[in-house]
Each structure stands twice: as structure tokens, then as C-alpha cells.
């Protein structure tokens, strides 16, 4: 059994949308691996904006984010759903994962610039909905936002491997969602 930690990046909890679907499909199917399911719904945690280094050094972590680090702690494995806006991940994501990746709980720089990550031993998903095609967001813009995530923010906390799955072309006529939804499934029951 993996222990599964969805965190839903898209910031409106008015309405149900794609993210949620799909968010929804993975847990299923993980529920159906035989695989424990826990969610982080950021739009209904109320995150706050850091000002600033000494905050997110030594600031007071806000009762959500402890519990969404104490979700991340126990998981084995990190989903992440969330529109692409503006070319790169939602304000109220990057927030989130600023308030959670603290020192300590996330990394060590006293271990040296390339080994200072505490989340090792954890893998990741990573699953993109966007207006253009996926095949334009990887060739044109170099999947930069993707990058800056898995490199920049998972790899530095020690999580690895980092799949994603870039679901493009939302709201072309001829969308295929319902491969999409039937595809997270598929990798909710393997927990990949």
C-alpha cells in the first residue's frame, strides 16, 4: 500500500472543475490499488503570502500548513493537480509550497547546496491542465514551469522521481476528457 497525498492546486473551491475531476479519477483509481488517499484542498486552507526570508525561516507556521506537513511527512507519494495560469502554476500554489518547504521540515542547508533535501524516499506527480496544447507548452515555452516545480522545489527537498502528465488542449472542441479521467485512474491504481 502507498500512502497518497493529493494536493489541488486550483485556487476556485466555488465550482468543481477539471483539476477536480481528474483529482477525483486518481484518487479512485488509487483507492481501488488498495492505495490510502489523503487531500490538501488549497483554495479551502487559506494560505498566506511570505514577505520575506526571516519569515520563512523563523516565522510561525499557520495550524493548516502544519497539517498539510504532517500529510506530507507520512505520504510516499505527492500528487499535484493545478491549472497552468499565466504560464507558470497559480499565486496561491507557489504560496503554499513556500509556507510548507520550510527549513527543517523540508531541507537543511547545513547538509551543503546539492543534499539538503529531508523529503527523500518520496516520489511525485505532477498533472498540468492548460489551454494550449502540451505539445506547444513543451516545445515553445520548454515546459519552464514544470521545470522550475521538479527541479527547483522537489528535487531540492530530495522528492524523486518526479513523472508529470501535461493535459493540454482543454477547451478544444474535440478534448478527450474522458481519457483523461480514465488515465488517472490508471495511475491512481499504480500509484505513479
Known sequence: MTRIV??????????PHLCHALADAYARGAGKGG???????????????????KEQQHGTVSPPIV???????????LV?????WLG??????????EQVARPGFAYDTSLGPFNSGLLGGKSA???????MPAWYYRLVYGSHSLKALKVGILHFVGIRPVR??????????NFGGAKWIARMEVLGRRAS
Open 6 to 15: 493529493i494536493i489541488q492546486g486550483h485556487p476556485d473551491a466555488g465550482e
Open 35 to 53: 492505495h490510502s488517499v489523503e487531500r490538501i484542498e488549497l483554495a479551502r486552507i487559506g494560505v498566506a503570502f511570505l514577505t520575506s526570508q
Open 67 to 77: 497539517d498539510a506537513q504532517l500529510k506530507i511527512g507520512r505520504a510516499d507519494h
Open 80 to 84: 499535484f493537480v493545478y491549472p497552468l
Open 88 to 97: 507558470s502554476m497559480p499565486a496561491l500554489l507557489k504560496a503554499f509550497l
Open 125 to 131: 506527480r505532477v498533472v498540468i491542465t492548460m489551454g
Open 164 to 173: 508529470a502528465a501535461l493535459v493540454g488542449a482543454v477547451n478544444a472542441r
